[in-house]
């Protein structure tokens, strides 16, 4: 029975580094060798197997700032922590699919990749603006639980919150230091035929545009859509009023192939069509028959229904070779007036086009609401005078996004700069809406609100008003439940999941050998223990979910086998024993069950078991039990 301990790779997140290493070998196994540390890439080889592609100038076009080799390490370093299940935080835990993490995103991104690589249809994101003011998102590229730590008060070094300051926060350093490695965390995320919406104004949207076209690749840009977030003129503004911000838009694959859905066709826009001429096809809208440019194949005469000839219009030519012109006239296709004597125009179906229309790169706030819609919807939820929030985004505006995004009835969403949980109430709307399943994933930093704050007052007042710690993630939550009510009460008859699951980042269940020199003999009793105190056994098996790449939502069912606690994960795809006091006499009843139960589960996926180390009572107990697993098919047992 082997011994789990932090230093193994299935104790840690997903290993991008080594899966990298993996995808280069099967590609290039001569350009590897022996090494110092083991295995070695031999660049000369490789750059001989590339040929040409590999540049080698000084000076190469790209996007480059002090720290982006830190940050792009920072994006490959495993995560070694874990997510503590919080069900008296929760809503409908037991049932629903939505999961709201609280904790730092970077750690959070990198957790999620065993359960979620390749699996999340949306990402939308609206991170911290780079006004040079604070943001909190301090990574110090060592150890980002202890960000976390401290920023939620857990810890009391002393150091400044914030990584962008009023003396470095005017240049764009530390903005596109933050932002780097969890762009390319997300990028792992994201399904094949997935997408990605980033909110971000003037300031920082050139950067946006750049690193997604090295993260994503430049052939994976979809659009940079401007919204019109304001429909009065700032007229305290510098220079000019900013009335926009922008939405940069990607895909995970080329944008040809991007899977970016159409937008539901109004009224006002089948009533631009008519049906003067009674055509049985029904309605239809004259478009000019011509197109610009001069085409010798293009550039004949047409004869009209009173015989009176068209030519195409000088520096333009008819859109059709002659004879399918000719085609189209035979076919009644063709609108030359009520006279029969007008310029001809093409005559285009309603009953012919898709049921949708393609969205445009303008978005007005009379379509997908402003920063003042925002603004109004959040009072009227929480019934308060001033938004708690700053700078929330209005639902209309995100569920536009969920539409075209997240066009599949089980897609995944993700938001890991959840803020105000604008992205969630989006999604609920979006499957009362369309009778779809999507499952949301929030992530949010539980930002401390400063009492000293103008900008905090009305949220510190608010979370007193609700009995809540003063800080972001304890409003996000909240606005969610309220934003359920409302839901039901406007929508009865919808019975899809307006829960969410609450998560809490956190240091790992299992614990680091930390031995002391001058006391070895108590440094072994004290670490005879491998599971930190005071955890619950819930708390372990989420992180044996995150760690071998389950579902966090994935169903857990218990039994009582020998006296002992059982679960089994994912229909039998893991099988954990936490208990204690597992004595050779109980050993051969225990794994007996266990196998029984197994066979009546029959996973499709070979399963493991895991054991804590020190619920044995001796090596024989658990050597037993791990050969009698063995006998019954049920190789894979570890231990913690």
């Not at 000084?58 to 495993?78: F, M, S, V």
């Not at 929760?90 to 904790?103: A, C, H, K, R």
């Not at 400044?160 to 009023?166: A, H």
């Not at 932002?179 to 997300?186: D, E, G, Y």
Request: hydrophobic share 40%; aromatic share 8%.
């Amino acid at each position: 029975m082997e011994k789990l301990n932090l230093n193994d790779p299935e104790t840690k997140s997903a290993d991008v580094v080594a899966e990298n290493i993996d995808a280069l070998k099967a590609l290039f196994p001569e350009a590897f060798t022996e090494g110092q540390a083991g295995i070695a890439l031999d660049f000369e080889v490789l750059k001989q197997l590339l040929g040409g592609v590999v540049d080698e100038r000084d000076e190469k076009y790209g996007l480059n700032w002090h720290g982006k080799r830190r940050a792009r390490q920072i994006a490959l370093t495993p995560s070694t922590g874990t997510l503590l299940p919080c069900p008296e935080d929760s809503v409908d835990w037991d049932t629903t699919q939505n999961l709201m993490i609280e904790g730092d995103n970077l750690e959070v991104l990198k957790l999620l990749q065993k359960s979620y690589a390749g699996k999340v249809k949306l990402i939308y994101i609206d991170p911290p603006y780079n006004t040079g003011k604070d943001f909190v998102y301090p990574d110090d590229y060592r150890d980002n639980i202890a960000n976390y730590l401290e920023l939620t008060g857990q810890t009391e070094s002393g150091r400044k919150i914030s990584s962008n300051t009023e003396a470095s926060g005017r240049f764009h350093t530390d903005w596109l230091s933050m932002m780097f490695p969890r762009l390319k965390l997300a990028k792992s995320l994201l399904a094949p035929d997935g997408a990605i919406f980033v909110s971000c104004d003037d300031n920082e949207a050139p950067r946006v545009r750049l690193l997604i076209d090295e993260i994503f690749g430049e052939e994976c840009f979809v659009s940079q859509i401007v919204w019109e977030k304001m429909y009065t003129t700032k007229n305290d503004a510098s220079l000019i009023s900013a009335n926009h911000d922008y939405i940069i838009v990607a895909a995970r694959r080329d944008a040809e192939r991007a899977p970016i859905g159409s937008l539901p066709r109004t009224a006002e826009m089948d009533a631009r069509y008519s049906n003067p001429d009674n055509d049985p096809r029904g309605p239809w809208k004259p478009i000019p028959l011509y197109a610009d440019g001069e085409r010798k194949n293009g550039r004949y005469v047409i004869v009209g229904k009173t015989g009176k000839e068209f030519s195409p219009p000088p520096n333009s030519h008819w859109r059709y070779a002659e004879i399918d012109t000719q085609a189209l006239v035979a076919d009644n296709r063709i609108w030359f007036g009520k006279a029969g004597d007008a310029q001809p125009n093409l005559k285009r179906f309603l009953r012919e086009l898709d049921e949708g229309v393609k969205a445009r790169t303008i978005w007005s706030h009379k379509d997908v609401g402003s920063n003042d819609t925002a603004s109004r919807e959040i009072k009227a939820l929480l019934e308060v005078e001033e938004s708690p929030f700053s700078f929330p985004k209005p639902t209309s505006l995100i569920s536009r996004i969920v539409e075209l995004g997240g066009n599949c009835p089980d897609a995944i969403v993700l938001d890991f700069f959840a803020g105000s949980g604008t992205t969630a109430h989006a999604v609920m709307l979006q499957n009362a809406k369309d009778g779809g399943h999507r499952r949301c994933v929030l992530v949010q930093l539980p930002e401390p609100l400063e009492p000293d704050s103008k900008e905090h007052k009305a949220a510190i007042d608010f979370c007193d008003r609700i009995r809540k710690p003063r800080n972001l993630a304890e409003l996000l939550k909240h606005r969610l439940r309220m934003s359920a009510a409302k839901l039901k009460s406007d929508t009865p008859m919808f019975t899809g999941d307006l829960g969410f699951r609450v998560f809490k980042l956190a240091s790992s269940n299992i614990r680091a050998w930390e031995p002391d020199a001058a006391d070895l003999e108590n440094s072994l009793l004290k670490n005879a223990e491998h599971l930190v105190q005071g955890r619950k056994e819930q708390d372990v098996l989420y992180e044996l979910l995150l760690k071998l790449g389950l579902d966090l939502c994935v169903p857990i069912e218990k039994r009582e086998i020998a006296g002992k606690a059982v679960h089994s994960i994912g229909a039998g795809a893991l099988m954990v024993c936490l208990a204690d006091g597992i004595i050779r006499d109980t050993v051969e009843k225990l794994a007996n069950g266990m196998v029984a139960w197994h066979k009546e589960l029959a996973p499709a996926v070979d399963t493991r078991v895991v054991f804590k180390d020190s619920g044995f009572a001796d090596d024989v107990a658990k050597t037993n039990m791990a050969a009698i697993l063995n006998q019954n098919g049920i190789s894979d047992v570890r231990s913690l």
